[in-house]
């Protein structure tokens, strides 16, 4: 019994002393760790507050590039073992890194790139109204105009004001999304804008009730269905608009100039006061563009050649109309569609009528892929 007790207790002093040993021996880097901790506490609650300082003075861009020099700094100041691979998790290849606040997933973000108004807003929903203090982006501004964030009541939305039409990349890494910005030449051969007059407040003519800008956007959404049918990865198609809204002339011609447009087909119809006679389908084209080779004035050509040809209608002719905004200002051969007359009784049944209006995207089609064809 006593032997027993003897035994156990020299076990436990050994057991002790070795205790004591160890524990003496790693106390000084338990240390370390724990200054380093409450350092690296200090240092993040320190930048926090530089962050909203520099969130209140700085313009959005200004912001996103504080905050990527902030990132590097930091990383830069960690214990060596640390430093290479957080200083290498932010050398990524796309341009921009938003991170997602603890409470928030995947599915809690939307993606919506507005090309004609050149605006891409990425909205999180559950992300606060600190979100660019707590949770700064890391990346590169160029490409973009302007960063700004607004916060509503179930999320927020980083909103992107890109200096030309882009498409995108979106990249997840855990809580990380990775954007890339892709100019639309890198993914088609060739691009195409298409433009329905008017829009919204701006009805065009109005004949019987019935309004120019309803017969426009009819036709651009059957154009649309022929494309889409098609699907030809090689041709991109960007639409000034698909919805009743009235996109300002500048972003109509600017939805082809920042996408490099290869061509530009504006569709409208006309009205004439004097005479319910005059009928027909007519083409404008700026005639001070050149009119040699893959020119204005032969996209009209054809265009007029394949509308009348789809519809029976009238060929009325080319029109010059270099005091058009739209047409004048692409930079892309450019020409507007003004396929028949609403003041015309006949053709303006015709115009409201599906069947006719699917002719006449059909025309509209077989134009652009015999432009292409040509080589514009
Ligand atoms: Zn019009």
Known sequence: ????????????????????????YYLPMLEVRAEQYIE?????????KEREEMLAMLSGLEFLDYTTEQALATAEKLPEEEQKEAVEALDFPQQLRLELPKNVSQDDVTVENHYVEKTIDITIGGAGEDYLISYP?????????DLSYFFELNGGTVELKMERVYEMSLD?????LYIDFIPPKDIYDKIVVIDAGHGAKMPGATINGVMEKDIDLAIVLELKKLFEGADDPSIGVYYTRLDDSDPAFANRSGLANDSD??????????????????????????????SEGQSSMRLA?????????ALGSKKRGLTKGNDIFVIRTCEAPAALVEVGFMTNPAELANLTSEAYQKKCAQ???EAILQALEEGF
């Not at 690296?40 to 926090?48: D, G, P, T, W």
């Not at 050509?301 to 009348?308: A, D, G, S």
Request: hydrophobic letters at 40%.
């Open 363 to 365: 025309g509209i089609y």
């Open 172 to 176: 997840w890494e855990g809580q990380y």
């Open 40 to 48: 690296k506490q200090i240092r993040a609650r320190r930048e926090r």
């Open 301 to 309: 050509n054809i265009l007029l050649e394949k509308v009348t040809g």
């Open 137 to 145: 982006m890391i990346g590169r501004s160029d490409h973009i105009e």
């Open 1 to 24: 019994m006593e032997e027993r007790f003897v035994r156990n207790m020299s076990l436990l002093v050994t057991g002790l002393a070795i205790f004591i040993c160890t524990s003496l």
């Open 261 to 290: 447009a290869d061509l530009f087909v504006s569709i409208h119809n006309n009205s004439y006061q004097g005479s319910a006679d005059v009928r027909g389908t007519t083409v404008l084209y700026d005639e001070a563009k050149p």
